[in-house]
Antibody, heavy 120, light 106 residues
Framework: EVQLVESGGGLVQPGGSLRLSCAAS????????MDWVRQAPGKGLEWIAR??????????EYAASVRGRFTTSRDDSKNSFYLEMNSLKTDDTAVYYC???????????WGQGTLVTVSS | DIQMTQSPSSLSASVGDRVTITCRAS??????LAWFQQKPGKAPEALIY???SLQSGVPSKFSGSGSGSDFTLTINNLQPEDVATYFC?????????FGPGTKVDI
């Protein structure tokens, strides 16, 4: 059974930093692209970052709203995926989901999400 | 960036009805279109990829169609457990953009 479990969310002050983790199991992690998608309270879904799979060289893509502030990484030996968030703004307040994408598919599995609140 | 629109933004239907949701892309995205279901307070779940391919484990009451810029999600025999918000998303170009969602009620 595929499982994605996010952790690391919490309350942080504007300008602060936070690191989210996503622990994956039940599938060949290195073969899958991994994404972060967020959802602000009462709002829709926003894709923010991708780490491509091992055959694609683990290259990354970012949404303009987080580029230069957020960095995504992965450790295939630990089946883990990360999001380093710096210079956080109140607009970054959201539930952050990690998702996996098999080649040719898109977000076929999702974690339960972790809430990040940016507030003073 | 490719923009995604959905219609209607919300709908109310009866148990047993067939429901159709439309998603439109601002440019040709071929069949790089996915649909997701999000129940209240829950994480999204994948329904459809490549515009018309059913995700593993998803009931056949859900179906998708379309290519280019116009797509539809159809839910047959609507049931109370189908109450959710449905999102489309293009994944041909970065940034991947989701539609604004369609809220389905009974």
């Amino acid at each position: 059974e595929v499982q994605l479990v996010e952790s690391g969310g919490g309350l942080v002050q504007p300008g602060g930093s936070l690191r989210l983790s996503c622990a994956a199991s039940g599938f060949m992690f290195s073969d899958h692209h991994m994404d972060w998608v967020r959802q602000a309270p009462g709002k829709g879904l926003e894709w923010i970052a991708r780490s491509r799979n091992k055959p694609s060289g683990h290259t990354t893509e970012y949404a303009a709203s987080v580029r230069g502030r957020f960095t995504t990484s992965r450790d295939d030996s630990k089946n883990s995926f990360y999001l380093e968030m710096n210079s956080l703004k109140t607009d970054d307040t959201a539930v952050y989901y990690c998702s996996s994408s098999a080649v040719g598919n898109c977000h076929d599995h999702w974690g339960q999400g972790t809430l990040v609140t940016v507030s003073s | 960036d490719i923009q995604m629109t959905q219609s209607p933004s919300s709908l109310s239907a009866s148990v047993g009805d067939r429901v159709t949701i439309t998603c439109r892309a601002s440019q040709d995205i071929s069949t790089s279109l996915a649909w997701f279901q999000q129940k209240p307070g829950k994480a999204p779940e994948a329904l459809i990829y490549a515009a018309s391919s059913l995700q593993s484990g998803v009931p056949s009451k859900f179906s998708g169609s379309g290519s280019g810029s116009d797509f539809t999600l159809t839910i047959n025999n609507l049931q109370p457990e189908d109450v959710a918000t449905y999102f489309c998303q293009q994944y041909i170009n970065y940034p991947f953009i989701f539609g604004p969602g369609t809220k389905v009620d009974i």
